[in-house]
């Protein structure tokens, strides 16, 4: 599938969990430099997938955001949850965005995602295979996603 | 009636989102036990009595569908409602959750209401 076409696909998937989750509502694209925030603070999460295409998804929010989102999914105020929930809470939706996205771009075949890990691979020049990335504004921060697709069957 | 409950899940977060989506839906439940992947879960079936079992797919150490087929072969087990709640809604892993005994299927993401109706689907069923 050509990076174009996988864009829109991924708004699709972040804006279905963090609606059903989080009842939050991404409001377009934007980027993390205009969010003005620096990639060492991020809040991340990764994972491994495999199927008829396989790679890797990661997903990064500023800890406010981070914080935010893990609130409105754990139903919890934000003051009482501990660094590793927030990021636990990362993780989850890391495999949540990533299975409802391989879901959209090929709805039959099954597909097995490793356990999702606080990792972020940001170099794009590293990149193993075709990179797509895409970041969704929030009120509260934004939402950074990118996928790399390495082999497709 | 109320059910003894069992939620595997290796996300700490899912499975206390599960449990609280549980009490909102008004499903009573007279225990919820929790199990990080499926060997968890296998301890927990040895020594707990369990009636519904929440079931992630993607675990480390043993996985849902591993965790199925044990169950499917285990007569101690044969009483067990099985759900699967899983990020893969491909027809693939569906049918094959299903051939292996499941009796439903929620897919994440989830609002409340349609574990609520799963499991409400599922108990009208088994009486």
């Known amino acids: ?153 | 009636m109320a059910y003894n409950v069992l939620i595997v899940d290796d996300s700490p977060g899912m499975r206390k989102v599960i449990r609280k989506m549980l009490g909102q839906s008004g499903f009573v439940t007279a225990s919820c036990l929790e199990a990080g992947d499926g060997l968890e879960a296998l301890a927990v079936l040895s020594k707990e009595r369990v009636d519904i079992v929440f079931t992630d797919i993607n675990m480390p150490n043993m996985n849902g569908e591993e965790l199925m087929e044990q169950i499917s072969i285990k007569p101690e087990c044969k009483h067990l409602l099985v759900i699967v709640v899983s990020t893969d809604r491909s027809e693939e892993r569906m049918q094959r959750m299903m051939a292996l005994g499941a009796k439903g299927y929620v897919t994440k993401p989830f609002v409340p209401r349609t574990l609520g109706y799963a499991l409400t689907k599922l108990t009208a069923r088994s009486v």
Request: charged letters at 20%.
């Open chain 1, 1 to 153: 599938m050509q990076a174009v076409n996988v864009k829109p696909l991924m708004s699709d998937a972040v804006a279905e969990v963090l609606e059903a989750m989080c009842f939050m509502f991404p409001d377009g694209e934007t980027t993390a430099a205009e969010a003005g925030y620096s990639e060492r603070e991020w809040i991340c999460g990764e994972l491994d997938f495999s199927g008829s295409e396989s790679g890797k998804f990661g997903i990064a929010v500023p800890p406010l955001a981070a914080v935010a989102i893990a609130a409105n999914f754990l139903g919890d105020d934000e003051s009482d949850l501990t660094s590793k929930q927030v990021s636990e809470v990362i993780c989850e939706l890391t495999n949540m965005i990533c299975g409802s996205l391989l879901a959209h771009m090929n709805p039959k075949n099954a597909f097995t995602l490793s356990p999702p890990r606080p990792e972020f691979s940001s170099t794009v020049n590293g990149a193993q295979g075709e990179r797509t990335e895409c970041t969704f504004a929030l009120d509260e921060g934004f939402i950074y996603t990118w996928l790399e697709i390495r082999d497709r069957i």
